[in-house]
């Protein structure tokens, strides 16, 4: 059985007024994901079917890298958070540069087209 994937990260346009965009964070396709038991590497298929939103929906914060326990990586907030038929659609607002002035060098890409999609984090 073959699969196709396809490509839902992309990021949408920046709105510099409120320092937002949409994006399709996850896909409803499955995807190949790799991850560590211990230091073994192993693969499996990810699918948003799979996924309980329920921690995240109650305080979507968004992180610069995947670590949910560096405060400090914390870089804005998720709203108008659906589930839709292509898979999970989220606004991303970066924090104010005076919560957070890292999130200036995330605009610059932002507009710049530098950097153009997510990567989400998931607990299994």
Do not use: C
Request: proline share 3%.
């Amino acid at each position: 059985m073959s699969l196709t994937y396809r490509q839902t990260f992309a990021i949408g346009e920046f709105d510099t007024a409120t320092r937002s965009f949409v994006v399709m964070a996850s896909t409803s396709d499955p995807v190949p994901a790799t991850y560590y038991d211990g230091d073994q590497q192993k693969q499996r298929l990810e699918s948003l079917a799979s996924w309980n939103l329920q921690r995240f929906l109650k305080n979507p914060l968004i992180l610069a890298v995947h670590d949910d326990q560096q405060v400090s990586s914390i870089i804005g907030k998720a709203s108008e958070i659906q589930v839709t038929e292509r898979g999970l659609s989220m606004r991303i607002t970066l924090a104010s540069l005076d919560e957070e002035p890292r999130t200036e060098e995330i605009e610059r890409k932002l507009r710049a087209g530098l950097l153009r999609s997510v990567s989400v984090g998931f607990s299994y």
